[in-house]
């Protein structure tokens, strides 16, 4: 253990000692002189009975435990004033999966998010531990938040998607907010919309260290109708080869109503990335999702260990007060 301000220990001792001096060490010679007070002749007998013994010596006895616990509170005092501390060497183990939220936000999904959000929030709640990212995309795809820990901003951000998808159902799709068309529409007039592939495929990319860290686990959460309105770069077969290729694996949630071929197209595309499909409300739900990802296998993170330092205040505090209390008992029992 080590005391960060080492000065107070030298106060400590400087208060000590002066309490010590002027408590046990007279200033002046005692003449027998008495200058105050009403002289008592022949205490003598007095001083021989045992009740009168008695009661000087649990005087003195308890005079002396006043002064020493007062000069103990002094001491615990300056010592924790010091700071005290310990320094002890963490090693760092984390075991933990990145995991990108992927939301298609054309209109034609709107059925699927009405609902889906919630439990995107949900997953993001039971889920605590991982990194998380998020992307909603539509002509174009945008990484609304990279990975990060930060759970409650991830949340945060689903909140405003959630409002503002909203507002564009309230208004009868008059009104379509920025933060949902900005950048996800770019070159839509030509390209069309619902570019399935593009979206899957750029949340791949949009992991950290893919190359550097290939056996880091990641996952991504990919929600749409898988109704493809324009002509993708990447389709959504080629965008799962990307997943195999980089160690990703995808899980979709699509929408009820899709018909057989997008659903098996889907479906397939999933499982070749080591995923799964769910048809929401159907085949699966933001439980089945959690229960299904917690299955697969954590990376294994080891960090630099670190060195940390921790005050060490609890025992003097509880000596301290121990101190505190025993005086005014001390003090009590000394006038009976």
């Not at 002066?18 to 027998?32: Q, S």
């Not at 330092?309 to 209390?325: H, K, N, Q, S, Y």
């Amino acid at each position: 253990m080590e005391i960060r301000y080492k000065i107070m220990i030298y106060i400590a001792i400087a208060v000590f000692a002066a309490l010590f001096i002027l408590i046990f060490v007279p200033l002046k010679k005692n003449k027998g002189k008495f200058k105050k007070g009403k002289k008592v002749a022949n205490t003598f007998y007095v001083k021989e009975e045992s009740y009168y013994k008695r009661k000087i010596a649990a005087y003195k006895v308890l005079t002396f435990m006043m002064i020493f616990t007062c000069a103990l509170s002094i001491v615990m005092s300056c010592f924790m004033m010091g700071r005290p501390y310990r320094t002890e060497t963490v090693e760092e183990e984390n075991y933990r999966r990145d995991i990108i939220l992927c939301i298609d936000i054309s209109s034609s999904v709107d059925s699927l998010n009405a609902h889906l959000i919630d439990d995107l929030k949900d997953i993001v709640e039971n889920m605590q531990g991982e990194r998380f990212g998020l992307v909603i995309f539509n002509t174009s795809p945008v990484l609304l938040v990279p990975l990060t820990d930060d759970y409650q901003y991830i949340i945060d951000e689903l909140n405003v998607i959630q409002e503002k998808l909203e507002e564009r159902w309230n208004s009868g799709f008059s009104f379509e907010s920025d933060y949902i068309t900005s950048g996800t529409q770019i070159g839509s007039e030509y390209r069309g919309s619902s570019l399935i592939g593009d979206g899957l495929a750029s949340a791949v990319f949009d992991f950290q260290d893919l190359e550097e860290e290939a056996d880091r686990t990641r996952l991504i959460i990919f929600s749409t109708d898988n109704e493809l309105n324009g002509t993708p770069f990447v389709t959504l077969q080629e965008a799962s080869e990307l997943c195999v290729k980089h160690n990703v694996q995808a899980y979709g949630i699509g929408v009820r109503d899709m018909n057989k071929k997008r659903r098996i197209e889907m479906q397939e595309a999933m499982e070749n990335t080591g995923g799964k499909f769910y048809e929401y409300g159907i085949s699966g739900d933001c439980a089945a999702i959690v229960t299904d990802i917690e299955r697969e296998t954590k990376t294994y993170v080891n960090k630099e260990p670190k060195v940390e330092e921790i005050e060490v205040l609890r025992a003097p505090f509880i000596i301290l007060l121990g101190c505190t209390a025993a005086m005014m008992v001390f003090t009590r029992l000394a006038k009976h």
